[in-house]
């Protein structure tokens, strides 16, 4: 059995504002993983131009920013083994017209950029970002 793993996610603006943030959770705990932090919380324009940083170039970065400031999100710290590997795979296809049945992104995307979840893509990632989130006391206490 592989050890367990933390990654970094978010229920994006869209799956909040529409009510879906509750089904979203309940499929991540069916799914095999722990919720071991969670805030609810509002980008600030600053906030989300660092997240989404590595896509500053790319032409949908501005689009992208003011949607993830549109309104509140859900930032969380999830567990299980092979936590960052399983959780891309339960969210589907950034698109969600190529997201597999039963995926997050299949259920409750709206398109491309609506896409209701982000999850961090490496180990690295999801410690960068889980730091980006959560302080240092909150992650000693995950
Ligand atoms: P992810 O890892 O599946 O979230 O996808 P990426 O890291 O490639 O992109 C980050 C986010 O940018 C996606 O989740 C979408 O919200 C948005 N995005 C990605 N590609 C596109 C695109 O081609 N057009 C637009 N408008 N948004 C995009």
């Given at each position: 059995?592989?050890?367990?793993?933390?990654t970094?996610?978010?229920?994006?603006?869209?799956?909040?504002?529409?009510?879906?943030?509750?089904?979203?959770?309940?499929?991540?705990?069916?799914?095999?993983?722990?919720?071991?932090?969670?805030?609810?919380t509002?980008?600030?324009?600053?906030?989300?131009?660092?997240?989404?940083?590595?896509?500053?170039?790319?032409?949908?970065?501005?689009?992208?920013?003011?949607?993830?400031?549109?309104?509140?999100?859900?930032?969380?710290?999830?567990?299980?083994?092979?936590?960052?590997?399983?959780?891309?795979?339960?969210?589907?296809?950034?698109?969600?017209?190529?997201?597999?049945?039963?995926?997050?992104?299949?259920?409750?995307?709206?398109?491309?950029?609506?896409?209701a979840?982000?999850?961090?893509?490496?180990?690295?990632?999801?410690?960068?970002?889980?730091?980006?989130?959560?302080?240092?006391?909150?992650?000693?206490?995950?």
């Amino acid at each position: 059995m592989s050890e367990l793993q933390k990654t970094f996610s978010i229920i994006k603006p869209d799956a909040v504002s529409t009510g879906k943030a509750g089904k979203i959770i309940s499929l991540l705990e069916d799914s095999g993983f722990r919720i071991v932090g969670l805030r609810m919380t509002k980008l600030s324009q600053s906030q989300a131009e660092g997240f989404y940083a590595v896509h500053s170039e790319r032409p949908f970065y501005r689009s992208l920013v003011t949607f993830m400031t549109e309104g509140p999100v859900i930032v969380m710290a999830l567990e299980r083994e092979d936590a960052v590997k399983k959780l891309r795979e339960v969210m589907g296809a950034t698109n969600p017209a190529n997201a597999a049945e039963g995926t997050v992104r299949k259920l409750y995307a709206e398109s491309i950029e609506r896409n209701a979840i982000h999850g961090s893509d490496a180990p690295e990632t999801a410690a960068d970002e889980l730091q980006y989130f959560f302080t240092a006391i909150e992650l000693n206490q995950l």
